[in-house]
């Protein structure tokens, strides 16, 4: 279980000063919700703070991925490291292919089903981002890879190019490598889970 730690304070300052102080951790070691109690008869709104240690979602983290071991029955071990926006979690078994299932499916679900972990046990959503042997890492470069071709041959041709349906993830990637490019833009059209990429090319 994660332990939500709460703190309610008139003032927004010293209410995240006495969670610091009880917890001795700073704010960067934290994931903070902040919300307003309602004032009741003669007394001012109060704020409140719901607090998780991010070392604490980490140690839930290898807790569940040994769970995962013992129910596949795979050797499995993790390298668990903080950044920034998320929290990656890299997978190394003694068969990595059972992990990573046709097309990544099973990985991708062991990711879907640890943030929705800690969704539940928390109401926090985390970036967890799960990879195996760096797989995904591999798959994203040769997927950029692709849409830099498709970006130079949109140059050349000036014809704008419908890419295939794909999620929000690999989306944003195309989104983030056309910015490279002058003279090129994108836009996503169509609804999930049909949703596509179109990169246009435009005149200065």
Do not use: W
């Not at 109401?123 to 995904?136: H, I, P, Q, R």
């Amino acid at each position: 279980m994660l332990k939500i730690n709460e703190y309610t304070n008139k003032n927004k300052d010293l209410v995240l000063e006495e969670c610091l102080n009880e917890l001795n951790l700073n704010v960067d070691d934290l994931l903070i919700r902040e919300s307003e109690t309602e004032a009741k008869l003669f007394k001012s709104k109060k704020v409140k703070l719901e607090v998780v240690s991010k070392k604490d979602i980490i140690d839930f983290i290898k807790d569940f991925i040994n769970n995962i071991n013992k129910s596949m029955d795979i050797d499995i071990k993790s390298e668990i490291k903080l950044e920034e926006n998320a929290i990656k979690v890299l997978l190394i078994s003694n068969n990595n292919s059972i992990l990573i299932g046709k097309d990544g499916r099973t990985l991708n679900a062991i990711q879907t089903l640890v943030r929705q972990a800690i969704m539940v046990q928390t109401g926090f959503k985390v970036n967890v981002l799960v990879d195996v042997s760096n797989y995904k890492e591999r798959q994203n470069y040769f997927f950029a890879r692709e849409i830099k071709k498709v970006c130079k041959e949109v140059l050349k041709s000036h014809v704008d190019a419908k890419l295939d349906p794909m999620n929000s993830y690999k989306r944003r990637i195309v989104h983030n490598i056309v910015n490279e490019y002058e003279n090129l833009s994108t836009c996503s059209e169509g609804e999930e889970p049909n949703r596509y990429v179109v990169i246009k090319y435009e005149e200065n």
